[in-house]
């Protein structure tokens, strides 16, 4: 996946696919809305996209029930969205939409038994800036998924979002 928002280039490509899709409005963009346009179902790591609207779901529950304090960024530092949901998908816009866009990695993981809030998604963004400037150039995006106990392990790999991160 993450070769769809790496390096720029790719980037620019995803927003010139996303612009031709009939499917999805980039000004209004929410996370989780451009996954299968960008890489069709057939495509996605051990049947994966099966899962995918139903765990994008479980994700903007999670995160809309979350109080949000961080800033979108430090060059727009009064944008301070209400839930982690929110600023999930402002950080998203803000890449799609910027111009030049900026390019995003990704990395899905899976909370441990005993971190707080083990049952619930959880967000880390982490924004790369240009020098000493606040024009930020790269958006490090993390999902930490609920944990689950083991059962079959091609399941929880499945459900946990293992190996949606494509590099």
Not at 66 to 77: A, V
Not at 141 to 147: A, E, G, I, K
Request: hydrophobic share 30%.
């Amino acid at each position: 996946m993450n070769s769809n928002y790496y390096p720029l280039a790719n980037m620019k490509k995803s927003v010139a696919k996303l612009k031709a899709s009939a499917h999805i409005d980039l000004p209004t963009l929410e996370y989780g809305q451009y996954h299968l346009i960008l890489t069709p179902a057939s495509k996605w790591p051990q049947g994966s996209a099966k899962h995918w609207h139903k765990e994008k779901g479980r994700v903007r529950v999670d995160l809309a029930a979350q109080p949000n304090t961080t800033p979108l960024s430090k060059d727009e530092p009064e944008i301070v969205p209400l839930t982690r949901c929110a600023l999930l998908d402002a950080s998203v816009r803000k890449c799609f939409n910027s111009e030049p866009p900026i390019p995003m990695k990704t990395h899905i993981m899976t909370h441990e038994a005993t971190d707080p809030g083990a049952d619930t998604h959880e967000i880390r963004l982490e924004w790369e800036y240009e020098g000493d400037s606040k024009t930020p150039t790269l958006l490090y995006l993390t999902m930490v998924c609920p944990y689950k106990p083991a059962r079959d392990a091609r399941t929880q790999s499945v459900e946990a979002g293992e190996g949606l991160s494509l590099s």
